[in-house]
């Protein structure tokens, strides 16, 4: 899964750590709100209030490609599409079943 990039690699940062595929669309990132703005806030301590982030994930226009990107690689932190941790296994359970 983690990977180290060798220095000789044509394309270093292509297979960064092994988390994207090289052909992966990424450009939603560049559109999403978060990155514009603290990133603590969508990783907040056990039992941390998670209302400041959903409430720029509310408001952000990539928040589907975001939920769907944590979904399909399995994240299990922080805040995504505007859901925890929690709420995504729970989404991906109820769809799982549905399925």
Same mark, same amino acid.
């Given at each position: 899964?983690?990977?180290?990039?060798?220095?000789?690699?044509?394309?270093?940062?292509?297979?960064?750590?092994? #988390?994207?595929?090289?052909?992966?669309?990424?450009?939603?990132?560049?559109?999403? #709100? /978060?990155?514009?703005?603290?990133?603590?806030?969508?990783?907040?301590?056990?039992?941390?209030?998670? $209302?400041?982030?959903?409430?720029?994930?509310?408001? /952000? @226009?990539? $928040? @589907?490609? /975001?939920?769907?990107?944590? #979904?399909?690689?399995?994240?299990?932190?922080?805040?995504?599409?505007?859901?925890?941790? $929690?709420? !995504? !296994?729970?989404?991906?359970?109820?769809?799982?079943?549905?399925?």
């Amino acid at each position: 899964m983690w990977g180290v990039v060798e220095d000789s690699s044509d394309e270093p940062f292509a297979e960064l750590w092994g #988390l994207f595929s090289p052909g992966e669309d990424l450009s939603w990132q560049h559109k999403a #709100l /978060c990155s514009q703005t603290d990133p603590e806030a969508f990783f907040p301590e056990k039992g941390g209030s998670t $209302r400041d982030a959903k409430r720029v994930c509310a408001g /952000c @226009e990539v $928040r @589907e490609q /975001c939920l769907k990107w944590a #979904l399909d690689h399995d994240e299990r932190f922080g805040i995504w599409g505007g859901m925890s941790e $929690r709420e !995504r !296994r729970r989404y991906k359970k109820e769809h799982k079943e549905q399925a």
